[in-house]
């Protein structure tokens, strides 16, 4: 599916239509595995991200740290797919595991949220594990929680995250779910 080059997504309808909602689309969205000379970037958005998502929490670990997990928990057989602003900055990223169906990160910059970088970067899921895919996020991420059933993905159980101790639930998306992409 990737062969180092860019991939050029370009949607035709520049506002559509989601549950009588209008949601911004993108004219143009540059989406690109990610590298090594990237693990910066990602670990800094990443950071930035989900002290955006988790505002309650209160000691968040410094740059080092999320650095050296990229470097560790981003590597094969995960993949790292990016999404690109027009002059090339990274606004977000997704970690897939192919191998399990499983969409192991997804984040989008707080400034960038909103405006269909997520939803297209699940689509690259749903092309590159077209049997289905699950993910977990945190039971106390509300946003997630309402993006991914917008998204049409199946709410499943609530288990306990075996890094973090923290509560998550499961999404589940299926090759016969209803396809939401925007």
């Known amino acids: 599916w990737f062969d180092g080059r860019w991939r050029?997504?370009?949607?035709?309808?520049?506002?559509?239509?989601h549950r009588n909602r209008t949601m911004y689309a993108l004219n143009?969205?540059?989406?690109?595995?990610?590298?090594?000379?990237?693990?910066?970037?990602?670990?800094?958005?990443?950071?930035?991200?989900w002290a955006s998502a988790n505002r309650w929490a209160t000691d968040i670990a410094p740059l080092e740290a999320w650095l050296e997990r990229v470097r560790t928990?981003?590597?094969?057989?995960?993949?790292?797919?990016?999404?690109?602003?027009?002059?090339?900055?990274?606004?977000?990223?997704?970690?897939?595991?192919l191998l399990r169906g499983y969409v192991d990160q997804l984040f989008i910059a707080p400034a960038h949220q909103g405006h269909g970088l997520g939803g297209a970067l699940l689509d690259v899921a749903c092309e590159?594990?077209?049997h289905g895919w699950t993910l977990h996020v945190g039971r106390a991420n509300m946003g997630a929680q309402r993006f991914?059933?917008?998204?049409?993905?199946?709410?499943?159980?609530?288990?306990?995250?075996?890094?973090?101790?923290?509560?998550?639930?499961?999404?589940?998306?299926?090759?016969?779910s209803e396809f939401k992409s925007f």
Do not use: C
């Not at 990610?34 to 990443?46: F, H, R, V, Y």
């Open 128 to 130: 590159r594990m077209p």
């Open 148 to 176: 991914y059933a917008q998204y049409g993905l199946s709410r499943g159980a609530l288990s306990v995250d075996p890094k973090s101790g923290r509560e998550r639930l499961a999404y589940r998306w299926n090759s016969d």
């Open 8 to 17: 050029q997504l370009r949607h035709q309808k520049v506002i559509r239509l």
């Open 73 to 97: 928990e981003f590597r094969a057989p995960k993949d790292v797919v990016l999404s690109l602003d027009e002059q090339g900055e990274i606004n977000g990223f997704m970690v897939i595991d």
């Open 28 to 49: 143009t969205l540059s989406i690109r595995r990610a590298t090594q000379d990237d693990d910066q970037a990602i670990a800094a958005l990443w950071r930035q991200s």
